[in-house]
């Protein structure tokens, strides 16, 4: 069973930098393509980033791209979300979530994810 925990959220301003932290347990880390989503109230769950297995280039969300960087170390089973110069759009409740296998054209669809963290609240003011 893999189990997924955020951390990192918090309330920021505009322009201000939050790095997010995911630890992963259980399941094969190296072999698994690890995504970020969010969901803003009242919208659905949105795609935010994801990363293959190591060596492999990540992939962002056009919102977030040139701001916000997704990374993974194998060593310690966490992936992190770096996320710079922030907005108040992008406050919402972040998630990270495994995927065990995944094709490119299915990447920043929920459905493609079997396993999901808690998730961390951002919240970012103007």
């Known amino acids: 069973q893999v189990h997924l925990v955020e951390s990192g959220g918090g309330l920021v301003q505009t322009g201000d930098s939050l790095r997010l932290a995911c630890s992963v347990s259980g399941g094969t880390f190296n072999r698994a393509t690890l995504a970020w989503f969010r969901q803003a109230p009242g919208k659905e769950r949105e795609f935010v980033a994801a990363?293959?297995?190591?060596?492999?280039?990540?992939y962002y969300a056009d919102s977030v791209k040139g701001r916000f960087t997704i990374s993974r170390d194998s060593s310690k089973n966490m992936v992190y979300l770096d996320m710079n110069n922030l907005i108040p759009e992008d406050t919402a409740v972040y998630y990270c979530?495994?995927?065990?296998?995944?094709?490119?054209?299915?990447?920043?669809?929920?459905?493609?994810?079997?396993?999901w963290g808690q998730g961390t609240q951002v919240t970012v003011s103007s």
């Open positions: 990363i293959f297995r190591s060596g492999y280039r990540p």
């Open positions: 979530a495994v995927a065990t296998t995944v094709i490119l054209s299915a990447l920043r669809s929920q459905a493609s994810y079997a396993y």
